[in-house]
């Protein structure tokens, strides 16, 4: 059985940075699509951003994509997430998901395995 475990969130100040990273116990996914979604309090879950297998496609939401990078190291079987310039705004629960296929996807239902999420909260 796969799991995906998520790290790196906590609370930090706004303007600040923070780097969430992402493994799987069970299985890799050195041929899968990760993304990583975030649900703000109160509101439903939505995309952040997303990597292909090869980390040769990157796609992000408009809000984030001039602050956050995904990455992904294959031999270490970790995607990271770079936050920088955070914002109130960015405050949420923020799980990381692995593709059924190899491409990247904005789409959640692209998506099979799924974290439990970790907190990131900015302070103003």
């Known amino acids: 059985q796969v799991r995906v475990i998520e790290s790196g969130g906590g609370l930090v100040q706004a303007g600040t940075s923070l780097t969430l990273s992402c493994k799987t116990s069970?299985?890799?996914?050195?041929?899968?699509?990760v993304g990583w979604f975030r649900q703000p309090p109160g509101k439903e879950r939505e995309f952040v951003a997303s990597i292909s297998w090869n980390g040769g496609d990157k796609i992000y939401e408009d809000s984030v994509k001039d602050r956050f990078t995904i990455s992904r190291d294959r031999s270490m079987h970790t995607v990271s997430l770079q936050m920088s310039s955070l914002m109130p705004e960015d405050t949420a629960v923020y799980y990381c998901a692995v593709a059924l296929r190899a491409s990247s996807s904005r789409v959640n239902t692209a998506y099979r395995y799924w974290g439990q999420g970790t907190q990131v909260t900015v302070a103003s």
């Open positions: 069970g299985n890799t996914f050195s041929n899968n699509g």
